[in-house]
């Protein structure tokens, strides 16, 4: 139908096309023959290098990242959490050169991000914890080797010479055992303790047990089938050392995974263990799974220096509200002085942003460098942290924010929290 209202046509003047001209709007890139630096190059988020995870890694492990307890409610609670917040931007701010570090336990920090404590990582990827160690050392920033990590305390230290190494503990009945690890962590001059609190017993992960996962992975009928759509993890897998406990290597009788996952996870732990600690450790404690005010300022009474606000990402406890909700009572209960950090949930630099704006200091990740990892080992884990990074930066930039320090509660809204936090 001829168009109603009366205009000439438009007459488009054309020239001969000049070589010159289409060589500055096409870019000829020069393709990336490497296969993980183009995929690695493809993720724009921690979305799509979780995605790209699932085309590198056999499902079982991927699932032994990706799951959480039960009916995952927590796990998707924690996620959803960050997406409820609302940002107040207060632009006509000069956000020129801003500075994102902040400052943790005494130590500037290039970016409020710090690499979290996850078991059997060399499952995942055969680089594993040295590479997250190696990383962390080179952005600046702490990386906390769990007890049941695959590489031992002092391979982590050898990999990672001048990284701000913790250790994270699990208080246990045996004093010889605990005694051990702490006295071994010592020597290798890893800085702070975190104690983590919410595994009095192991979580129900119900995608493991519907996958038949075991630790270290077994060849089962099912796995070899898997083996040819994985080719390249399988080669890593058994051309490198096996994957155990590496740091409870001296345990008496060489114990199954099995029994050494009910002898860290104590079901009489209570707050004395903290005590214990404060006695034995001279350096900083974090203690790992507060998620109540109350619980919150009974271990700083004992002498902890900090929290770290955690539902362990779902993994233990389901139906726990999400830490974001939580986080802003528990600083108020244990006030400015504390260190407090919080995960559980986080895979965006705007997760970043809405954590510090209401009371972290710093925030731990680990599925979203396990993703990196799974997607490109070493590589992966530091694009993991650039991506982070990058977003943290613009959003603090748009949001009319210089300093990670002025980053306060008037900049982010938040809807109403699942439950309430003072509890
Ligand atoms: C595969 C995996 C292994 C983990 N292993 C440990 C561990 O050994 N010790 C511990 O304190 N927390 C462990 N966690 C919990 C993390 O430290 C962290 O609290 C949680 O994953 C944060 O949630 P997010 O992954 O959603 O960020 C593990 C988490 C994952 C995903």
Do not use: C
């Not at 595994?199 to 992975?217: E, F, H, K, Y």
């Not at 399988?234 to 406990?245: E, R, Y």
């Not at 004395?272 to 998620?291: E, M, Q």
Request: hydrophobic fraction near 45%.
């Amino acid at each position: 139908m001829a168009a109603k209202i009366p205009l000439a046509s438009i007459s488009t003047a054309r020239q001969v096309p000049k070589w010159s001209e289409l060589r500055e709007v096409v870019q000829f890139r020069k393709p990336d023959l490497d296969r993980t630096a183009r995929r690695l190059h493809n993720a724009l988020t921690i979305a799509d290098l979780r995605k790209a995870a699932t085309r590198t890694t056999p499902r079982s492990v991927f699932d032994y990242v990706d799951g959480a307890a039960e009916e995952e409610i927590t796990a998707a609670r924690n996620v959803a959490a960050f997406r409820r917040v609302v940002f107040r931007p207060d632009s006509l701010h000069s956000v020129a050169d801003p500075d994102t570090s902040v400052e943790v336990l005494g130590k500037r920090l290039p970016v409020p991000v710090i690499f979290g404590p996850t078991g059997y990582t060399r499952m995942m990827h055969h680089h594993g914890e040295a590479a997250v160690a190696r990383v962390a050392e080179h952005v600046g920033v702490p990386y906390a080797l769990s007890t049941v990590g695959s590489t031992s305390i002092e391979d982590v230290r050898a990999a990672a010479p001048g990284a701000d190494l913790w250790f994270q503990v699990y208080y246990t009945t045996d004093e010889k055992l605990n005694e051990m690890l702490l006295s071994r962590a010592e020597e290798q001059g890893y800085t702070t303790l975190v104690l983590t609190v919410d595994t009095a017993v192991s979580g129900m992960r119900l995608r493991d047990v519907v996958n038949g996962l075991t630790i270290p992975p077994t060849l089962t009928a099912k796995t070899v089938l898997n083996m040819s759509r994985f080719p390249g993890w399988w080669v890593h897998k058994l051309t490198t050392a096996g994957i155990g406990f590496a740091s409870l290597d001296e345990v008496e009788g060489n114990p199954t995974p099995g029994a050494v996952a009910s002898m860290l996870f104590d079901p009489a732990l209570d707050f004395t263990s903290v005590d214990w600690l404060r006695r034995r450790w001279t350096g900083p404690i974090l203690v790992k799974g507060v998620t109540t005010p109350a619980s919150a300022r009974e271990v700083m009474e004992r002498g902890a220096d900090g929290v770290v606000v955690s539902n362990h990402g779902g993994r233990q406890l389901d139906r726990t509200p999400a830490t974001l909700d939580v986080l802003p009572a528990i600083r108020a209960a244990v006030g400015q002085q504390a260190t407090v950090l919080l995960d559980s949930g986080v895979r965006h630099g705007l997760d970043v942003v809405a954590a510090r704006a209401l009371g972290a200091d710093a925030v731990m990740i680990a599925r979203a460098y396990l993703y990196g990892l799974m997607a490109g080992g070493q590589d992966g884990v530091a694009r993991a942290f650039e991506i982070l990074d990058g977003e943290y930066r613009r959003g603090m930039q748009l949001l009319g924010v210089r300093r990670s320090e002025d980053l306060a509660d008037r900049h982010v809204g938040l809807g109403p929290p699942a439950l309430d936090p003072t509890a």
